[in-house]
């Protein structure tokens, strides 16, 4: 049992410190561990005592610098610097740039509070199958494994950290021992975020600090300064947009000043996106308050989005909605059940809020439109999850991981997994190294964290619920089950008809109720898609005819020419397994609700046999 350190052995310098790096004196103090992996936003900055530190200068400085005597900082692109202390024999690279068998008898058998600072350490002990790695990156994790077990390194208070942005790009070896703590450096929070934007505009107000703080949310420090902090030198380009910008928003309030910063955010932006930003159709009078950072927020948050969705490599897109669910036709009770939800989030009553949602149904019964819909009624942002499977070993993992990091910073948010068999089903895991399970246990580790109740909120949509691992569906991560269905009857229809003319903005000419049924009546069963389809090819031919409304015998026209392409069984099968998955009884159509479970599950077999499942 390792010996509890005084509390001395890992000395606070002036400040408090962030939330890991107290989870790191803890675990050393306790003698938990003298080998912690950092990993996670790595490469940002830290605000501390008045100046933004790099993370391996923060720890340095910050949280070691009173304890150690000496601290040495190693990256295997530079070879080895000694932040205190000396390191003359080692600042020479070893004859076969072996640096951790170098470093081993100072960090073993050296001199006592010696702190080690291991840069990119993915690149020294990657992961992989341990026979297609090379010989040095198998020592150099077998080194690191046989240090956390010397006990020499716990006698001498001595400590090591590696750098990794993905525990996945790591070792194995390493990752699976008890004596060496893998510790999450997370994305800025709202105080870490709201501290940087004071730290940047000192004279900026609390009430527009805390708003670009909000609005800053998934951002790292650096990025966020970068935006908020003109160019040191203005090169023409930035002479003529601030020109521009300063044009634009004509005789205003700090006109100048708000040009300047304008400029500063719009780098890259072609001439039209800075004019629709602007808006200069509206300018304000010198009369009315100026908000000088409603612009900024504006262009914040279109930057924002950019960085984002490039940094996670195209994984996750940020989702625009522009309709709500009133522009849904039918599903009332779908409807119903949606409102409730966005009402709770609104009102920040978390327990009402679902961990998750699973909307099941054949395609073309309008999951995508009304998980849209959904979006813009709840208010929250929401973004979809991108298939992030990779052929590298290690990569499919960094990658769900990079896009969980960045979810949970941006909360409350909405994530949408579209066709979610495919990219969590239970099938196609030969071959893959366990890649598909071990992917499917951390997304069902983060989807049951009830910490995350009413900040991350999952939808997940399929047609074949019977592909995905079990486990995912149950409650507590996906709590409610939706079935989506096509119209049963002539009003689901009617009301769907109605939806979609009233979206595309086009009119049905009058008719009798009688006649109007009789048309409608040929659409039961058919999807919303090719509901919508219909009245689009309708639509087409009325605007040929040059008659401003589609005419009952346009419609019925359309109608008798349209061919669905459906497979009926196939159709049924999802029909039944949305059945079998729905929550709720009364979400479910008239036809399927009193069907008792034996005789469901007899029809989906018989139908699995005929359709060779």
């Excluded at 499919?396 to 990079?402: D, G, M």
Aim: net charge negative; glycine share 6%.
């Amino acid at each position: 049992m390792p010996a509890v350190k005084d509390a001395s052995s890992l000395a606070v310098g002036a400040g408090p410190l962030p939330e890991w790096a107290e989870a790191i004196r803890r675990k050393y103090l306790g003698g938990e561990a003298s080998i912690f992996i950092l990993h996670g936003n790595i490469f940002d900055r830290v605000l501390s005592n008045g100046r933004l530190w790099e993370l391996t200068d923060f720890l340095a400085h910050c949280v070691l610098w009173p304890s150690r005597e000496r601290i040495l900082h190693l990256d295997p692109t530079r070879g080895v610097r000694a932040l205190k202390g000396k390191a003359e024999h080692l600042l020479e690279a070893p004859a076969d740039d072996d640096w951790l068998a170098a470093l081993e008898s100072s960090v073993i058998g050296g001199s006592d509070k010696l702190a080690l600072l291991v840069s990119y350490a993915s690149s020294l002990m990657p992961a992989g199958e341990e026979s297609f790695l090379s010989a040095r990156d198998r020592l150099n994790a077998v080194r690191l494994h046989r240090w956390s077990l010397d006990p020499a390194l716990a006698a001498k208070d001595n400590i090591v950290f590696l750098f990794s942005e993905s525990l996945p790009e790591l070792n194995a070896r390493l990752l699976a021992n008890p004596r060496i703590a893998a510790v999450e450096v997370p994305l800025p929070d709202f105080a870490a975020r709201e501290a940087a934007v004071k730290h940047v505009d000192p004279d900026v107000s609390a009430a527009d600090a805390t708003r670009l703080a909000q609005h800053a949310a998934g951002l790292r420090v650096i990025q966020l300064c970068q935006l908020l902090t003109p160019a040191a030198q203005a090169t023409p380009d930035d002479t003529a947009r601030t020109a521009l910008i300063q044009q634009l928003l004509g005789p205003s309030k700090d006109a100048i000043d708000r040009a300047r910063k304008l400029a500063a955010l719009t780098q890259g932006m072609a001439v039209d996106e800075i004019r629709h930003l602007i808006n200069p159709e509206k300018p304000a009078s010198d009369a009315a308050p100026v908000d000088e950072y409603a612009e900024v927020l504006k262009v914040l948050h279109r930057r924002k989005r950019e960085i984002i969705e490039r940094e996670c490599a195209g994984l996750i897109e940020f989702v625009d909605a522009s309709h709500d669910l009133s522009a849904v036709g039918g599903n009332e009770a779908i409807k119903a059940e949606l409102m409730q939800i966005a009402d709770a989030v609104k009102a920040g009553e978390t327990t009402r809020v679902p961990m998750g949602m699973l909307f099941v149904g054949p395609m073309g019964c309008g999951k995508t439109f009304v998980a849209k819909a959904f979006v813009k009624s709840s208010g929250l942002s929401a973004v979809t999850l991108k298939n992030f499977r990779s052929k590298w070993v290690g990569s499919t993992e960094s990658n769900l991981e990079k896009v969980l990091s960045m979810v949970k910073s941006l909360g409350p948010i909405i994530v949408i997994i579209d066709e979610g068999d495919r990219s969590f089903g239970s099938g196609g895991e030969e071959g893959d190294s366990g890649t598909s399970s071990r992917i499917i246990a951390r997304l069902k580790e983060f989807m049951s964290d009830t910490d995350n109740r009413g900040r991350v909120l999952f939808i997940l949509m399929t047609n074949r619920p019977d592909k995905l691992d079990i486990d995912i569906k149950r409650a507590g991560r996906l709590d409610r089950k939706i079935p989506f269905f096509y119209p049963e009857d002539i009003a689901a229809v009617d009301a769907s008809v109605i939806a979609v003319a009233k979206r595309y903005r086009f009119s049905l000419q009058e008719m009798p109720e009688e006649a109007r049924h009789a048309l409608l009546s040929r659409l039961v069963d058919y999807s919303y898609a090719d509901i919508e389809a219909v009245l689009l090819l309708a639509n087409n031919a009325a605007q040929a005819e040059k008659s401003a409304d589609i005419s009952p015998a346009t419609l019925e026209a359309a109608i008798t020419d349209y061919l669905p392409n459906r497979d009926r069984r196939m159709i049924e099968y999802m029909e039944l397994q949305a059945v079998l998955e729905s929550s709720r009884r009364s979400m479910l159509p008239r036809k399927y609700r009193e069907l008792d479970e034996e005789t469901l599950q007899q029809r989906i077999k018989s139908l699995r046999l005929e359709l060779r499942l």
